[in-house]
């Protein structure tokens, strides 16, 4: 390695970045069950995994001379992919290609800057124009990108703190009924669509996506709506133009009942964890382990809370949204009654 011309760069980087990558499945399911990045996690971990098997089974196993165990093991693989996943830049100007660009790479993210790292044809270099001047002395930041406490936790191994991060939001997972009468047509709609029994929609605290609304007007429809359960699929999918003023009046209560079901639900989860985590870690046997899970444990709850707050709010909406759908249902009955008893 001292040999190449990136030796001084490749020796500076991270022994070990800090990522999703490296929790162990006990960490993952300890730490985050309450939140859905831990299948993100999950499913990261097996694909570095199942590369590394592949290529171990396909190439380097074949020539050991070329690809000696001893560089390429699994723990140098996962290494590089988390080196990656930390430091990669994309680059708007080259179609979004991503580059490692050294010791650009260097700086840290700030969720309250608007400056992107991107290829500049003239100086053919790589360059980045802050958005705010500096003093002498000061951090300068960059954005690594919208993305969410959750993501920012699984590549980079932070926590942003608790409503400073514009861009984050929460997955919040909706099911079908198995009991539901139109499950398998439901299902099949779904599929047709690239979706599953099982879904997850990002929450923010300005609101929830139309994709989450229609698939809760999928979940709850009745077999009479059937003829509507491929458009309201399309556009629970995305991949429907006629989505935006999407409204079935007769099943809105019992649709926005449903997403608030899911929510409470994930709220209970996190509860759960948040109040459980004061008294966790007290079976360790040395303090370097100790360390490691007081660490881990702060940034989960970090993420766990910044989580659960948006959900608090979308449970607040949804309730005010319940209690005025309902009063006015019941402004109306009034209404009916007395007419009825005004022609009797
Ligand atoms: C691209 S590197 C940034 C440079 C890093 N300080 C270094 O020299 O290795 C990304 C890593 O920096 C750290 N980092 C970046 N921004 C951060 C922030 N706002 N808070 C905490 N850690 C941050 C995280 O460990 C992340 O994995």
Known sequence: MGSSRWSNYISALPRQP??????????????????????RAIERITNVIG?????????FSKHPELFPEEVFNLETFKWSFGILFSRLVRLPSMDGRVALVP??????????VETFLDYDSSSR?????????????????ISYGRKSNGELLLSYGFVPKEGTNPSDSVELLLSLKKSDKSYSQKLEALRKHGLSASQCFPVQITGWPVELMAYAYLAVSPPSMSSQFEKLAAAASNKTTTR????????????????????????SKYSKFLQESGSMDLD???????????????LAVDLCTS?????????????RRLRDLRSGELRALTLFNGLRKLFK
């Open 284 to 298: 360790v046997t040395s303090p370097k382990q100790l360390n490691r899970r007081l660490f881990l444990k702060q």
């Open 103 to 112: 010791w650009a790479d260097m700086l840290n993210h700030s969720c309250e």
């Open 51 to 59: 590369t590394y098997d592949d290529l171990r089974s396909r190439i």
């Open 307 to 319: 989580e659960r707050r948006i959900l608090f709010r979308a449970q607040y909406i949804l309730r």
């Open 18 to 39: 800090y990522s999703l990558l490296y929790w162990t499945r006990a960490e993952l399911d300890r730490y985050l069950e309450a939140s859905q990045i831990r299948e």
């Open 244 to 267: 935006k003023d999407m409204r079935f009046p007769e099943i809105e209560e019992q649709a926005l009942q449903y997403i608030l079901d899911s929510c409470e639900s994930s709220i």
């Open 125 to 141: 270099g790589i360059v980045f124009t802050t958005d705010r001047p500096y003093q002498a002395g000061e951090q300068v930041f």
